[in-house]
């Protein structure tokens, strides 16, 4: 499973479009995917600032959500000014999601696969070692 915080900040003027664009993203998304477990967008305190919090029964369907038509098919650049993802594990008995991990991709994953996780790598935090 993979759960991931995505922190992003949005160009000044923007945020109707960006609104826009996360709607239509969460639409899309739930239609199309079916390994989606989270997928909610939240407008933060500082101004143009906004929260994603994405959770996947694996880190295969994130990477193929990242690398969907939809996903692509959006001009992200021209609204966003930042964007910082934090991948999270869930505390046990303090929330229902799985355990975020990072399996190795497979021998015959695709290219694709391939590409998006050498963009979005998972990175396991020592300090998460032990503590489910």
């Keep these: ?48 600032h906004y929260y994603c919090l994405l959770s996947f029964e694996d880190k295969w369907a994130f990477y193929l959500h990242q690398a969907s038509d939809y996903h692509e098919g959006h001009d992200f650049e021209s609204v966003l000014a930042n964007v910082e993802l934090e991948y999270l594990d869930p505390v046990k008995g303090a929330s229902l999601l799985p355990p975020t991990e990072n399996p190795p991709l497979p021998d015959d994953a695709s290219e694709t696969l391939r590409n998006t996780e050498q963009v979005f790598p998972i990175s396991i935090p020592g300090w998460w070692v032990g503590r489910a």
């Excluded at 960006?18 to 899309?28: F, G, K, S, T």
């Design 1 to 48: 499973m993979a759960t991931i915080l995505a922190h992003l900040e949005v160009h000044p003027g923007k945020e109707a479009e960006w609104e826009a664009i996360m709607a239509d993203m969460v639409r899309q998304t739930f239609e199309q995917e079916q390994q989606v477990l989270r997928y909610e967008y939240f407008k933060g305190q500082e101004p143009l």
